[in-house]
């Protein structure tokens, strides 16, 4: 499919695109996935995945959790999901509310995404994400950048937007503030 880059794209369009076609649409603007990512960005995914699995399991908790690819249609309470203008693929989910998951992936906000940065693309984690997470209300967005070595949490506030992000090294505990007693030791991630 030829992009149109007048046109506000959906998911309507998003539905039409090849299944090996791996894209994103963030206000209505396609953006490419990146090339296939480096082995570290996907140990970090994995082992992430893993400990915040585990402590799911353990605890007998209700939230699922799913690594890329794996749609995320964001939208307004008053929009149909065929008018969405934000689909994307982060690359973990955590979902608590089972209401917005469906065959085709979550329609709503999940509670919590990492996001694991790409030399390719550093912009979409760190300004087109963030800004879109922060609109979204989704709860807890990690930035994970393993060229710098550090992991950026934002939480929502009382006003329920994100203000600084906490700031860890790949030397510390991480807590995930969607649970009261989870922390993921990156150090022991053996980088």
Not at 51 to 57: A, K
Not at 126 to 135: E, G, M, V
Not at 166 to 188: A, G, H, P
Request: hydrophobic fraction near 35%; glycine fraction near 2%; include cysteine.
């Amino acid at each position: 499919m030829l992009i149109n880059p007048i046109k506000t794209y959906t998911y309507k369009d998003y539905m039409l695109y090849n299944e090996n076609e791996k894209i994103e649409i963030i206000d209505g603007n396609i953006y490419d996935m990146s090339p296939a990512p480096s082995r570290i960005h996907q140990k970090l995914i994995t082992e992430i995945l893993f400990r915040i699995r585990s402590y799911i399991e353990t605890n007998n908790g209700s939230c699922e959790v799913y690594p890329a690819p794996f749609d995320v249609i964001l939208k307004n309470n008053d929009e149909i999901i065929e008018d969405s203008k934000n689909i994307i693929q982060p690359d973990i989910s955590v979902i608590c509310d089972k209401n917005k998951l469906t065959d085709k992936g979550c329609t709503g906000s999940p509670d919590m995404i990492v996001e694991v940065v790409s030399p390719y693309n550093p912009n979409n984690d760190f300004i087109r994400k963030l800004n879109l997470y922060d609109k979204y209300k989704v709860r807890e967005y990690w930035i994970v950048n393993p060229i710098k070595k550090n992991i950026l949490v934002y939480t929502l506030d009382d006003n329920e937007r994100y203000g600084m992000p906490d700031i860890y090294t790949f030397e510390d505990k991480v807590r995930v503030s969607i649970y009261s007693d989870l922390e993921i030791d990156f150090n022991s991630f053996n980088l």
